[in-house]
């Protein structure tokens, strides 16, 4: 359909439209709403595949300070039990 046609159409000037105009308007708004719902999917697989990241890297980063935490408490209590051994030691 031509630019001028959908623009008297839109306007409702449109008197005499022939059913192979009318066909190809159809066609055109199908391929418009197909073209639409393949950008939501991309954007929506977009996204789930940044959030999977995103719960992916907080998870890493998850473990790696937990696994911080447990170096930093094993050397913690090896500090202790230095103190305690030279706390017993008699001078």
Known sequence: MSIELQSDFSKG???NISSDELTDCARSVDAKISRAGY???LVG???GMEQS???GSAQEQ???EQA???TKRGADAEFLNEQIKD???PA
Do not use: G
Request: net charge negative; proline share 0%.
């Open 13 to 15: 000037k449109c008197d």
């Open 39 to 41: 950008i939501n999917q």
């Open 45 to 47: 697989n977009q996204l």
């Open 53 to 55: 990241w995103s719960l």
């Open 62 to 64: 998850e473990r790696t």
């Open 68 to 70: 911080q935490l447990q």
């Open 87 to 89: 706390e017993e030691q």
